[in-house]
C-alpha cells in the first residue's frame, strides 16, 4: 500500500531538496518500506493529508500534543502572546513562570535553564556532569536515545536503531570511548563498570523509562541501584524525561518511581508543541552554568515568550482537567480491549503501557531490553502499520517507537482503532 497521489509527488520534490525528503529521520517510512504522507491540517486526535485522507493518530507529533492537535486555549495563548512580540532575548516573565511550575512539579529540580529542544537538554546535562565533577566518562544503556548528541549517539534507539546506524558517522572515535554502553536491564554489567571505570565515571544517564526501543519497563531495583552506585562513587544520575516527563505525571517518572536524580532532561510537553527542552536538577550543580559557573551553555530562542506560554497553557491544562487521571484511563481501555482482541485471535503479543504511552509488540515474553524487542517479526508489524494507515489509524512508522494518547482521543475513537486492528489481524 502506498499514500495519495499529491504526498507521492511532494515527497518525490522534497527528496531533491532535503536529504532523504525529511527533517527527521523516521518521518521518511523507512522501517515499514514506504514513503509518507504530507499533512495538510491537523485537530483534535485527528490529521488531514493533502491528498484529503482523515486518519486517527497516535503520535502526537511525537509525543507533545498531550491535548491532542490545536488544542484552543494553546493556540489562543499563543496568538495574544505573539501581538507582543515574538522573541526578545531579554529576560521575560513568562521565563520565571515555567521555571516556577518545573520546580513546583519535578522532584529534584531546584534549578532550571531552558533550551530549544530535548537533544540540548541532554547534551547540557552531560557536559554539565562533567563540569561538575571533572571527570569525562559517562554510562549509558543500549537501545537509549537521548537526542543526536555526539557522545550519546552510541548504541542509540529511535530512529538511529531504525536504520541500522547505532553509532553515526562523523561521531569521532575518540568522544564514543568516553562513552561506556551497557545492556539495560543487567545489574551486574552496572557494578562491572562502576568497579573498573568508577573514578572516571561523571554519570550515569538513562531514559527513565526507556521509550525508543518500544517502551521497556526498568527492573525491580534497576534504577536503586542506578542511585546507589552513582551515589558511592561520586557520580551524578541523569533522568532523560523528554519523553516521560508531564505525560506519566507531574513529576513524571521521579514521581512514579519515588526516586530522586541529580539532573533532568525535560521536552516534548513543556513546550506546548513548540521547540521547547529544559533541564534541572540540583542547585549546587545547577550554579556551576554560566554565567554564575564555569560551564558555558546559552541560546538565542531558549525561553522564547511564546514558547514559555504555550508550554505552560499546556500544562494548566493538563492540571485543571484531571489530565494524568483521564489519560490512564483511556490508557487501560485501550489495552484492555487491544489485548483481548489479540488473545482472542491466538496472536501472540506482549502490550506495553504506561498512563498514555504505549507499545505492541507481536512476541509473548518479558520485554527486557534491546535484544528481546529484536526477537520480533518485524515484517508482522509492517503488514499492522499499513493495514491501519489504510483504514484511517496512524500508529508510528516503526516498531521502535511508543504509541501516545492524548486528551483528545475519545472512547470511540479507541474503539475505533481496536475495530480496525481487529480486521487487519482478521486477514492475517
Ligand atoms: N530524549 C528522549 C528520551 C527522546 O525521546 C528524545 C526525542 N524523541 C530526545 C531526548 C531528543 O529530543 P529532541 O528530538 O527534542 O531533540
Known amino acids: ?29 523507512k522501517n515499514v518500506d514506504g514513503d509518507p504522507f504530507f499533512v495538510r491540517r491537523a485537530k483534535g486526535s485527528r490529521i ?16 507533545p500534543n498531550i491535548l491532542g492537535h490545536a488544542p484552543i486555549p494553546v493556540t489562543n495563548a499563543i496568538h495574544e502572546a505573539a501581538k507582543d512580540g515574538i522573541s526578545y532575548g531579554i529576560p521575560n516573565l513568562g521565563e520565571v513562570e515555567m521555571a516556577q511550575k518545573i520546580i513546583d512539579w519535578v522532584p529534584s529540580v531546584e534549578k532550571v535553564r531552558m533550551t530549544n529542544s530535548g537533544t540540548e537538554a541532554t547534551m547540557s546535562c552531560v557536559r554539565l556532569a562533567r563540569g561538575f565533577t ?15 548528541v555526539d557522545s550519546l549517539l552510541v548504541s542509540a534507539g529511535s530512529g538511529a536503531l531504525t536504520l541500522g546506524e547505532p553509532d553515526s558517522a562523523g561521531v569521532p572515535k575518540s568522544f564514543a570511548a568516553e562513552t561506556i554502553t551497557l545492556p539495560y536491564n543487567q ?44 551515589r558511592k562513587h561520586g557520580a551524578l544520575l541523569i533522568f532523560d524525561e523528554v519523553m516521560t516527563g508531564f505525560r506519566l505525571a507531574k513529576g513524571g517518572v521521579q514521581e512514579l518511581e519515588g526516586f530522586t536524580a541529580d539532573l533532568v532532561a525535560m521536552g516534548k510537553v513543556i513546550g506546548g508543541g513548540l ?58 481501555h485501550f489495552e484492555q480491549g487491544l489485548t483481548s482482541v489479540l488473545s482472542a485471535k491466538g496472536i501472540p503479543h506482549r502490550l506495553n ?5 504505549f507499545c505492541l509488540y507481536f512476541l509473548d515474553e518479558e520485554i527486557v531490553n534491546v535484544e528481546t524487542v529484536q526477537k520480533q517479526d518485524f ?23 511508543t504509541g501516545f494518547i492524548s486528551m483528545a482521543h475519545s472512547i470511540e475513537d479507541l474503539d475505533e482503532t481496536i475495530e480496525v486492528i481487529e480486521k487487519v489481524v482478521s486477514k492475517w
Open 353 to 357: 503501557r504506561v498512563g498514555s504511552m
Open 1 to 29: 500500500m502506498s499514500v495519495g497521489p499529491l504526498s507521492q509527488k511532494i515527497f518525490a520534490r522534497a527528496k531533491t531538496l532535503i536529504p532523504g525528503g525529511v527533517n527527521s529521520p523516521v518521518r521518511a517510512f
Open 48 to 63: 488531514e493529508d493533502i491528498d484529503g485522507k482523515h486518519y486517527i493518530d497516535y503520535i502526537g507529533s511525537w509525543g
Open 275 to 332: 521547540p521547547v527542552g529544559a533541564f534541572g536538577g540540583r542547585a549546587d550543580i545547577m550554579d556551576h552554568l554560566a554565567p554564575v559557573g564555569p560551564v558555558y551553555q546559552a541560546g538565542t530562542l531558549s525561553g522564547n515568550p511564546l514558547a514559555m506560554v504555550a508550554g505552560l497553557t499546556q500544562l494548566r491544562e493538563l492540571e485543571h482537567n484531571n489530565g494524568f487521571v483521564h489519560l490512564d484511563q483511556l490508557g487501560a
Open 187 to 230: 545489574p551486574e554489567k552496572l557494578e562491572e563498570a562502576f568497579a573498573q571505570y568508577g573514578e572516571q565515571i561523571a554519570a550515569v544517564i538513562t531514559e527513565s523509562y526507556p521509550a525508543n526501543a518500544g517502551l521497556i519497563f526498568p527492573r525491580a531495583g534497576f534504577l536503586q541501584l542506578m542511585r546507589d552506585l552513582t
Open 134 to 148: 571533572g571527570r569525562d566518562k559517562i554510562i549509558k544503556f543500549e537501545g537509549h536515545y537521548h537526542g543526536h
Open 379 to 401: 515484517d508482522v508489524f509492517k503488514k499492522l502499520f499499513w493495514g491501519c494507515l489504510e483504514e484511517g489509524i496512524y500508529l508510528a512508522p516503526s516498531l521502535y517507537e
